[in-house]
């Protein structure tokens, strides 16, 4: 597995590769301007080609942005629908524009429309978000299972792919706090074959873009999105052993999104604590 981090850029995108790198990160994920507001960041040329560089000059083999999260792409409400579509294209460009790998974008929830409705109207959000950009991947998430959220299961990922027929641009990332909060039998080796071979079938392995390396707080099945430092939660050490150590993801990024060790967010301890676990 290639490890990382999300890191805030705190103001100074440019030094922010280096910053991740210092820490021990080969790939990183970013918020583009504040997760919480509407508003996106603007960079300049000047800023974008010092970005590219900066990630060239310290390492960084991909970078990930991660969407804002007012978003909801399958809601019945047109105009936070129509919001959502504005800033996801505008997060894409923005992506391509700092040469990152993609956006990750949680995907909302169905509630009003039932599933099945609100898939269609998801489905086409996000085509209709794709067609302003042209090289970043759109990346799903996974979610943790509470009820009324869209992309609980690996079906559901499979059935927005199947109505986007299938665009090549179109990747997954799998969050493991949300696996194991969602009922993913995670921990075990033969858990995690059981994830990998109904991922290759429904969806298909090489749009596993990436994965959160997230240690839980809440255990198998409790529904809830509560993230925890490597090794402290009900995942466990064990448990990240068998999912870093999977044979099939050798070449694909996993990145922290834990408290850290100081409440400061994902930190070189944590990075430190994967990489002792890796055989
Ligand atoms: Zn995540
Ligand atoms: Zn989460």
Not at 35 to 40: C, F, S
Request: glycine share 10%.
């Amino acid at each position: 597995m290639i490890y990382g981090l999300h890191i805030s850029t705190a103001g100074d995108l440019v030094g922010t590769p280096k910053r991740a790198r210092d820490m021990g990160a080969e790939v990183m994920q970013i918020f583009a301007g504040s997760p919480r507001t509407w508003r996106p960041s603007v960079y300049d040329d000047a800023q974008t080609a010092a970005f590219r560089q900066a990630c060239r000059e310290a390492g960084i083999q991909r970078t990930f942005i991660h969407m804002i999260y007012l978003v909801s792409y399958g809601t019945p409400d047109d105009a936070l629908r129509g919001k959502s579509i504005t800033a996801l294209s505008q997060m894409l460009a923005t992506a391509d524009q700092l040469g990152a790998a993609g956006v990750v974008t949680h995907l909302g929830s169905h509630k009003g429309l039932g599933l099945e409705q609100a898939l269609q109207r998801l489905a086409a959000a996000l085509q209709e978000a794709l067609e302003a950009s042209s090289n970043s991947w759109l990346i799903l998430e996974n979610s943790a299972g509470a009820g009324g959220n869209i992309g609980n299961c690996l079906e559901e990922l499979a059935m927005i792919i199947e109505a986007m027929d299938h665009h090549p641009r179109l990747k997954v990332c799998l969050d493991t706090a949300h696996l194991l909060a969602s009922g993913y039998e995670i921990r075990s080796a033969g858990g995690m074959d059981r994830l990998i071979t109904d991922f290759e079938r429904l969806i298909g392995l090489d749009r596993l873009s990436a994965l959160h390396l997230n240690d839980s707080k809440a255990d198998l099945g409790a529904k809830v999105d509560r993230h925890e430092n490597i090794g402290d939660g009900y995942i466990g050490r064990d448990g990240f052993k068998v999912i870093i150590n999977h044979p099939k993801l050798k070449d694909v990024p996993g990145m922290l999104e834990v408290p850290g060790l100081d409440g400061k967010g994902p930190d070189a301890a944590n990075l430190q604590r994967l990489k002792d676990l890796t055989n």
